[in-house]
């Protein structure tokens, strides 16, 4: 069947005449017009745009673009000129829809509109300064932000009238704090306010919000000036403060905002019969209800005492800590704290030491692991976790691989990597994991350098770096909390951990050495200027990888620490190197080769031997230098050299001394007990 080509509709002459085609628009033209309307119509809806604003309404009306509404008398002419169209079409129809027709219509209202709009906002702004100044005190909380300007700029205010307006101040907010404190501009008027007072300024601000701490805890701006008490205040506001929370411990730590003052007032303000009594409340509803401020901290007291209350309380507590590492708000001590009464009073093996193990790895993110690694209870719950899991367990380490050096620095963090260097048996993993950022082997030769030598400087990172240099433990590096978490974790690691210790240690160690030997080489001089240098040195000088291992990779570094003690430095160094006492016991073990053992009362020499004095000797051998160590409060280094075993230039040096006996003589006089001890050599 043939096609049949379908006619053309009617024409309507009517419809065309009033619907006619507007000239092609763009679209870039298009869509600029409807942002325009769509923008207009949301500012004349506004109910309230600028309830809190501290401008004058009559001042700053601005340039709207609103939309108005278009007049009775637009809206009939439009009705009429519809009605005659419709009359105007031949058969009487409705002529079909445009679909430009409302958005023609919508750009032709709103653009007449504008100075109408302009008069409706400024009416808006009238009615909100109206409505703020009917408030209560609106008059003196003006004042008082007017006074709050000119206080807050630091630099600019001399202290003769900084203390006027603080006077005025006081003048207007005495008596009325707690009508100031809980909006958002004049809090921190307040704020300004104890920054500046005398303490019985402060005293009164605190005295007149008793009864109000926890709800200005709570509050989004007010909880910031009770941090600004803690800060500011006294013992004496303190012991106003600390007691409200009581008893609000469990619902204010899930709080979204007391939750940070309540941890910052435990972690900075509390004193430890405060802290106690905060922390018993984690316990369960027993404890926040019945005071008992002599009662134990420490749960494993109060499940000693109270061996039927152990069910209950280690449920309320893991109930607690799980909801909290749930939301991800893991960065409070209270919490690490917490969690380590919990962990100190599981079972190893146990279904709730498992539990919280789980908990721990199931950290996907690590934000809960990182933020237990910078706090003292939560680095010792990782080291700890570590100590009793197994190699799988360890795995969670993965976490820290971004913030070595974070953990380094850290006066806790560090404990985790020396749990890690004591704990995991894959050695090539750990190297992988640890060495490449605490090492910076990333960076240029020159940056590593720097990075190294600021860490040996500093008293927490270089732990991380000389840890593994020592066979055990020591004092002379590890502070007290240190020790006893390393002797606690190679205890566990007995029935935890395959690999020997020693082997461990040296094939880590293999890792360390190469660089900070080269590191010697580069920068001793800058080493050798600071006591903990100087401690590096030793240590790194006096390790050894395996027994059979050689010197010879060392002796650039040993040629360039003898070069520091040539009379060819600068007066400085020179001056240092002969009176500093760090220098002086550092080339002393140097020379002797190896550590002084307190026990044994004897020095340990290092296999295969060190022969730092023969190389030191060769720098110093002239008569005039050698003489000037021998006389030196460092003298004892020359003395080292008289005692060591096998020292091949020992006659020679004798005789350069005996030569010089006059000077020893008269150093002898001076009190000088290594010259003392080298004329009695000498006999």
Known sequence: MAAVKRKDPPSNKAH?????????????????????????????????????????????????????????????????????????????????????????????????????????????????????????????????????????????????????????????????????????????????????????????????????????????????????????????????????????????????????????????????AQKTRLLREWYGAEFALFDDTKGEAELKEILENNPEKRKPVMRSLWELLNQLVQKKTTGFTMLHDAMLQYYLNTDPGSDEATELLELLKGDEEGDLLKNLAFTRSGARVVALALAHGNAKDRKLLRAYKSVIQQLAYDPYGHQILLAAYDLVDDTVQTSKLIFPELLSQAATFDSTSQSLLAMLNDRNARIPLLYLFSPSPSRSLLPEADLSLVNQIRAIRVSTSKKDPLVRRKELLAHLLEPLVSLITSRASELVVSAFGCYAITEIMLSQTSPTSSTSDKLPALQALAAMASPSQPDELRSHMLSSPFVGRMLKSLVQGGRFNPQTRAVEVVEPPLGFGVVLFEVMKEEDDVLDWAASPNSFVVVAMMEKEGFEGKQELKEILRKGKGRLVEEMKGKNKGAEILLEMLG
């Open 16 to 272: 065309n005449d009033v619907y006619s085609k507007k000239p092609k628009q763009d679209d870039a033209q298009v869509k600029n017009e409807k942002k325009k309307v769509s923008s207009n119509v949301e500012v004349e809806t506004d109910s309230d745009p600028i309830i809190e604003s501290d401008t004058d309404p009559l001042e700053q009306s601005g340039d709207d673009d609103g939309v108005s509404w278009p007049s009775a008398d637009n809206q009939e002419e439009e009705e009429q000129e519809e009605g005659n169209a419709i009359d105007k079409n031949e058969n009487n129809q409705r002529p079909p829809s445009n679909p430009l027709k409302p958005k023609e219509e919508a750009s032709q209202s709103t653009l007449p509109q504008i100075s109408s709009s302009r008069e409706a906002h400024a009416k808006k702004k009238i009615l909100a300064y109206e409505r703020r100044a009917a408030k209560p005190n609106a008059d003196a909380i003006a004042r008082t932000k007017k006074l709050w300007e000119r206080l807050r700029r630091k630099s600019h205010v001399p202290p003769a009238e900084r203390k006027k307006l603080i006077a005025e101040l006081f003048s207007i907010v005495s008596g009325h704090i707690k009508d100031f404190v809980l909006k958002h501009d004049s809090v921190r008027v307040i704020q300004t306010a104890l920054k500046y007072a005398n303490v019985e300024q402060r005293r009164m601000i605190a005295r007149e919000l008793q009864g109000e701490y926890k709800v200005l805890a709570e509050s989004r701006y007010a909880k910031f000036l009770v941090g600004k008490l803690m800060s500011f205040g006294d013992a004496l506001i303190r012991d106003m403060v600390v007691p409200e929370f009581y008893g609000q411990v469990r619902r204010m730590i899930r709080h979204p905002e007391a939750g940070w003052i309540l941890d910052d007032v435990y972690r900075g303000a509390a004193t430890p």
